[in-house]
């Protein structure tokens, strides 16, 4: 955990944020894999963690906005769990950690939250993503668990964006941390990529690398030779030449922050000429917009850049034509990258997503874009000192994607078709960093994962 400090100051902070009321925070449940006693790891939910940090089921938080009053409710164990699980610290010894004073038992949580109801408090509370949450707070508010989602309070939504959004130096610390590890785990991925061996394979020691350092990966492997389909957790291809192959994946530290990572390899080790240009388009996208990454930019602005970037490198190759900024504004490289730049990265990995994308990635001052490709930027506002992003460009050939525009003849004025089908079998290529945004420009958080064509064949022939 971090000091009891730091959590009684984001608490503070937040309250600074509202009006008025009680904030519900409910922590996670274990969460029953296929049958109640056989739980999934153990994942504390991320506000939570954020504003309490205590790494345990069962418990509620409150935070009283008017008197500056915080609670944990939980339930000390018994000698049942004791025996199962050995000696556990009591709720008021584990509260201390995070600074709250004031603990309770569980069953005292309904009639606490009952008197605030009659005394005409306003409840705060963000969406749940869990059903055991929903009911719980379903029950304990009296409400329709299907319509709870209508009762989420934007104030505490915009409150916890504005908190979470800048990271501070221990967290950044902690990405850092998380990035470290996926060096590992993408050098040792680069070093398993040779004809014969099963997706499956190199995914498997990936996530053992991960769990060896601290924790689970911080979402499902992406590991594909067939990349041109964006989040494929199919791994069941053998490796072959000629193919490239995508490796999406991260760590997540011990205090729940994640790194996200995409490197693509030549399968054996060698990029083909072909390989290569496609290779250098994306390597360029990547270092242009984090070079365009800076405190005050739009970041759909760096979207830009590196949409530009791949419009300029397929035109010099022969696969689109014209006008490179008229053909971005029209939307025709979304033939080629067909999702955004990135997205905020925390301790979610598209973080606070649970919050509503909109209310993370875009403000007042602008919003998502209606337009294919830009539509799923998850990111566009402006960037400030301690946002951390994530940096992903890619160039993928779809196959049913092409045929589809083609059939359409859509762009046929930016898009050359004739050349676009001799990269039928490509597959994709994307290349993924995390980016800290600091007070005059960016900087990409930990230790340098290969990325140039050179420094990836050498790495792979290790
Ligand atoms: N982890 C999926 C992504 O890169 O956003
Ligand atoms: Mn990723
Ligand atoms: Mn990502």
Not at 142 to 161: F, H, M, Q
Not at 346 to 372: A, R, T
Request: hydrophobic share 40%.
């Amino acid at each position: 955990m971090f000091t009891p400090e730091t959590y009684t100051n984001r608490r503070n902070a937040l309250r600074k944020e509202m009006k008025s009321g009680l904030i519900l925070m409910p922590g996670n449940t274990e969460a029953a894999y296929n049958y109640p006693a056989n739980t999934y790891g153990f994942r504390q939910d991320s506000n939570f963690s954020y504003f309490f940090g205590l790494d345990h089921p069962d418990f509620f938080g409150v935070m009283d906005i008017d008197n500056g009053v915080d609670y944990i409710f939980g339930n000390d164990v018994d000698m049942d769990d004791i025996i199962w699980m050995g000696h556990q610290p009591s709720v008021s010894q584990q509260a201390e950690g995070c600074g709250v004073k004031n603990t309770a038992p569980s069953s005292e949580l309904s009639e606490f939250i009952g008197n605030a109801i009659r005394n005409k408090r306003t409840l705060h509370f963000v969406p749940s993503y869990r059903g055991e949450t929903i009911l719980l707070l379903s029950h304990l508010l009296g409400l329709n668990p299907l319509r709870l989602k209508d009762y989420v309070s934007k104030e505490l939504i915009k409150g916890i964006v504005k908190l979470r959004s800048v990271k501070s130096e221990a967290e950044v610390a902690e990405i850092e941390k998380a990035v470290d590890v996926a060096y590992i785990m993408f050098t040792t991925g680069m070093k398993m990529a040779k004809a014969g061996v099963k997706e499956q394979e190199i995914v498997g020691a990936m996530e053992g690398i991960s769990i060896a350092h601290g924790r689970p990966v911080s979402f499902p492997i992406i590991l594909s030779i067939n990349g041109q389909i964006l989040h494929n957790h199919h791994h069941g291809n053998f490796l072959k030449e000629g193919r490239m192959l995508v490796m999406d994946g991260g760590s997540e530290s011990s205090l729940l922050y994640a790194s996200d990572i995409t490197r693509t390899v030549p399968v054996g080790g060698k990029f083909s000429q072909r390989q290569k240009e496609i290779y250098e388009i994306v390597l360029n996208a990547n270092l242009k917009s984090i070079a365009a990454t800076a405190p005050g930019t739009l970041y759909r602005d760096c979207h830009y850049v590196a949409c530009e970037t791949i419009a300029s490198g397929l035109k010099d190759l022969g696969l689109m034509k014209g006008d490179v900024k008229q053909a971005v504004a029209a939307g025709a490289h979304a033939l080629f990258l067909p999702h955004g730049l990135g997205h905020m990265l925390g301790m979610d990995v598209h973080d606070m997503e649970g919050l509503g994308q909109i209310n993370v990635g875009y403000d007042e001052e602008i919003q998502p874009s209606d337009q294919f490709g830009t539509a799923y930027l998850r990111m566009g506002r402006r960037l400030q000192p301690g946002f951390v992003v994530t940096n992903e460009p890619g160039i993928y050939f779809i196959p049913e994607l092409i045929d589809l525009w083609k059939s359409e003849k859509k762009f046929t004025e930016f898009i050359n078709y004739d050349k676009v089908d001799e990269y039928r079998d490509f597959g994709g290529i994307r290349i993924e960093d995390d980016i800290l945004v600091t007070e005059h420009g960016c900087r990409v958080l930990g230790k340098p994962i290969p990325k140039t064509v050179a420094d990836v064949e050498t790495t792979m022939g290790m």
